[in-house]
């Protein structure tokens, strides 16, 4: 399995560098676009090709009220690691190549996410995980068990198995994202399998990188 894995990573990393030299705007100077699965289609991520492209007006803004959009530190907590574009990048690229212990996880409410998000995440909103926000211990169960690979244990938890958890939402005024690490380490989820993309939205579109809705 391991075998195949590394196989089809580098087929698609193959692929990205043949073509790169067709493209006038790159993700790398050695990587074109990534393809990538969400919800059962392929996505091509790819950065805007034109010139004149401009940032997307949801994230033109310099300014929101803090609190609640207030600045988020580069450090959110001890061995929680802060990551960017490229490291999201190639953690889609291992998960559209099978390995099913990563899950890019887009923390915002749906409002957010019907505006576009990142292809090949998957969205779990932090009111899905906070008690304090209205979740409810079945659900709060029922996403660490089937969606993050926690096992219950006689009413302990087990995250031996546990997934990479990769998680952003708006940016670095954005606590969504925040919210759902913090809840997780007060879980006791390991803190060096959470990685978080400061940038969020506002870096990824500002790159003029694909977005799905």
Not at 14 to 26: I, R
Not at 31 to 39: F, I, K, Q, S
Not at 64 to 89: D, H, S, W, Y
Not at 97 to 107: E, P, Q, R, Y
Request: charged residues 20%; contains cysteine; neutral net charge.
């Amino acid at each position: 399995m391991k075998k195949l894995l590394f196989t089809t990573v580098l087929i698609l990393l193959f692929v990205g560098l043949t073509q790169a030299e067709d493209w006038p705007v790159k993700i790398t100077q050695e990587l074109a676009y990534l393809d990538v699965v969400h919800n059962g289609q392929t996505v091509r991520i790819q950065r805007k090709q034109s010139a004149s492209s401009t940032v997307n007006p949801d994230y033109a803004k310099t300014s929101r009220p803090c609190p609640p959009f207030c600045i988020q530190p580069i450090k959110l907590a001890e061995n929680v690691e802060t990551v960017g574009e490229l490291e999201v990048i190639n953690y889609l690229r291992e998960v559209s190549a099978g390995n099913k212990s990563i899950l890019v996880i887009d923390s915002r409410t749906p409002d957010w996410v019907s505006k576009g998000s990142i292809p090949g995440s998957v969205n779990i909103p932090w009111t899905k995980l906070k008690p304090d926000a209205g979740a409810d211990p079945f659900t709060i169960s029922d996403i660490l068990q089937n969606q993050f690979g926690v096992i219950s244990l006689e009413g302990l938890w087990d995250f031996t198995n546990a997934k990479t958890l990769v998680l952003f939402c708006n940016g670095m005024w954005c606590g969504q994202s925040p919210s759902n690490i913090q809840t997780l380490l007060r879980y006791g989820y390991p803190a060096n399998k959470l990685k978080w993309y400061r940038g969020g939205m506002q870096d990824w579109e500002n790159l003029g990188l694909t977005i799905v809705k």
